[in-house]
């Protein structure tokens, strides 16, 4: 009887150094949660907005890589400085609107698509179309 009293003692003083082990009084700091936040968007250049706020625009009609200086219409545009001219596509193919010059380019225009730039200095701009390099426009900025 002895024995078992001295068995269930010694197991319950090694119970007791377990548990406390496993129990410290020392509490750990939880980490403070960083606050998630989006990324922040690369910025996509952009064509100034007109300050006098006119605008004209120049269509790609539907042909137009066959139809050389007359691919855009009108082949010849004049603004007034600050004017936004947008060019809209109504082919059926992709085009493009590309300063001959570093002016400005539209990139791919889809069918259906349209890109605008603003004029901010007197000029004469000629452009075309990097896809069709036979399409040939103008604009003059006054």
């Known amino acids: 009887m002895c024995s ?44 100034a907005p007109a ?30 400085v600050g004017t936004t001219v947008t060019w809209m596509n109504t082919d059926t193919v992709s085009h493009t609107s590309t300063s001959n010059a570093s002016g400005w380019d539209s990139g791919i225009v889809a069918p259906g698509g349209q890109f605008s730039f603003a004029f901010q200095t007197a000029g004469t701009y000629r452009y075309h179309c990097a896809i069709h390099p036979g399409m040939i426009g103008t604009v003059v900025v006054q």
Do not use: E, W
Request: hydrophobic share 35%.
């Open 51 to 80: 300050p006098s706020g006119s605008s004209s625009s120049v269509t790609i009609p539907t042909g137009a890589a066959v139809l050389g200086d007359r691919a855009y219409n009108p082949d010849s545009i004049n603004v007034a």
């Open 4 to 47: 078992s009293r001295f068995a269930l003692a010694s197991a319950i003083v090694i119970l007791g150094l377990v548990c406390s082990a496993c129990s410290s009084s020392y509490d750990s700091p939880a980490p403070t949660p960083s606050p998630i936040t989006a990324p922040t968007p690369s910025p996509v250049p952009s064509p």
